[in-house]
T-cell receptor
């Protein structure tokens, strides 16, 4: 079945450091891939997405490229801010008609001033 | 983006009572709504999928008589936790997506923290 594997956190960085959060997936066909962010006590917000191989999703300085050959969708940001502290979830939506999202375990990011 | 409102944001109830959580799509018609449960510091576990006017489809291991889901209109779905027990304490999140052809984005509510005492 479909699954998503994310690097375990927490990830602690200093402000303006470079961020990478790894995400790999297992799925048949060409799923859509997503990164969601969850701030404390809140629901999830879509951060970025990519729907086909080699697509690059980007938003608020974050980027992720859909790599079919490595089944990966790593999240990157060149210079993190304190306000980026949150939990980040990688997710996929399979190619069936259920529209279910399968989430990774989440990675907590803490950015220190 | 579209808005999904979940209510209440926090609820404390006594063991044995039932609690209803509402999920509303405020500015679009949600053909499909999903209910998730999130344990502390863990990922979201899909509990069920509901389509407007149909019975919900529950994921394996989720008790449908325990977690009653109703999706009576295109803008409202409810999750009722019946005869709640402390182990039901969790963060419950709904998401909603519009219908139509092709894939549309799912929008999430802000979540409901349920504490059963």
């Amino acid at each position: 079945g479909n699954s998503v594997t994310q690097m375990e956190g927490p990830v602690t960085l200093s402000e303006e450091a470079f961020l990478t959060i790894n995400c790999t997936y297992t799925a048949t066909g060409y799923p859509s891939l997503f990164w969601y962010v969850q701030y404390p006590g809140e629901g999830l917000q879509l951060l970025l997405k990519a729907t086909k191989a080699d697509d690059k999703g980007s938003n608020k300085g974050f980027e992720a490229t859909y790599r079919k050959e490595t089944t990966s969708f790593h999240l990157e940001k060149g210079s993190v801010q304190v306000s980026d502290s949150a939990v980040y979830f990688c997710a996929l939506e399979g190619t069936d008609s259920s529209y279910k999202l399968i989430f990774g375990s989440g990675t907590r990011l803490l950015v220190r001033p | 983006g579209a808005v999904v409102s979940q209510h209440p944001s926090r609820v404390i109830c006594k063991s044995g009572t039932s609690v209803k959580i509402e999920c509303r799509s405020l500015d679009f018609q949600a053909t499909t709504m999903f209910w998730y449960r999130q344990f502390p510091k863990q990922s979201l576990m899909l509990m069920a999928t509901s389509n407007e006017g149909s019975k919900a489809t529950y994921e394996q291991g989720v008790e449908k008589d325990k977690f009653l889901i109703n999706h009576a209109s295109l803008t409202l779905s409810t999750l009722t936790v019946t005869s709640a027990h402390p182990e039901d304490s969790s963060f419950y999140i709904c998401s909603a997506r519009a219908g139509g052809t092709g894939r549309t984005e799912a929008f999430f509510g802000q979540g409901t923290r349920l504490t059963v005492v």
